[in-house]
């Protein structure tokens, strides 16, 4: 998603949406090309979809009560149920696009926007 705004020079810009992310490495699975992440569905999300997020994450080996929202196995699973994509290729991610999904939605529970 972009939004206009007029910087302060007066002209009309572009910006892009802090929650969809381009990837640096392209993912390949199943014959699908993955090049970017919208994350935007998260501002839309209920409590209880967070509930069924929470509940695949423990089915996933997620631990802890505290500070899941944290932790990259998190991210990966609020990423597929946000985007629709198998937690399987959310996981293809390379490390670099990994560790930016997961600041993206530590950001999006614990910042401001």
Known sequence: ?????????????????????????????QGMKITQID????????????????????????????LQESTLLFAQVVASRVCGYPLEAIMELKAKDSVYLKNRVYRFFFLSE
């Open 1 to 29: 998603m972009q939004t206009k705004t007029i910087n302060d020079e007066g002209k009309m810009e572009e910006k892009k949406d802090w929650l969809i992310l381009d990837l640096k490495t392209p993912v390949e699975y």
């Open 39 to 66: 994350m935007t569905g998260l501002r839309d999300m209920t409590g209880r979809e967070l509930n069924v997020i929470y509940d695949l994450y423990a089915s996933q080996g997620g631990s802890g009560f505290a």
